[in-house]
């Protein structure tokens, strides 16, 4: 069953940035606040070594130098 949160004593500047992430999303914010509570616990998954591989297996990546630029663009992303 879904579960109501609320965040209190939000800053003015972070609120207008989350407001401006969610337009660029064409989200609504409580659907861009979803989204990124979504991610930042995807993140802490654990994955078991077949479900590795098979992500890998997913980008079918053919050079080393592939699977560095992907790794850097996810790193710089943060």
Not at 16 to 28: G, I, M, N
Not at 59 to 70: C, D
């Amino acid at each position: 069953m879904p579960t109501h949160l609320s965040v209190k004593n939000v800053p003015d500047e972070v609120l207008q940035r989350l407001k401006a992430r969610a337009e660029r999303h064409h989200r609504s914010l409580q659907g861009e606040l979803l989204s990124i509570l979504e991610e930042a616990v995807a993140a802490d998954a654990i994955l078991e070594p077949e479900e590795v591989l098979r992500r890998v297996s997913e980008r079918a990546l053919t050079t080393p130098s592939e699977s560095v630029q992907m790794i850097r663009g996810d790193r710089d992303a943060r």
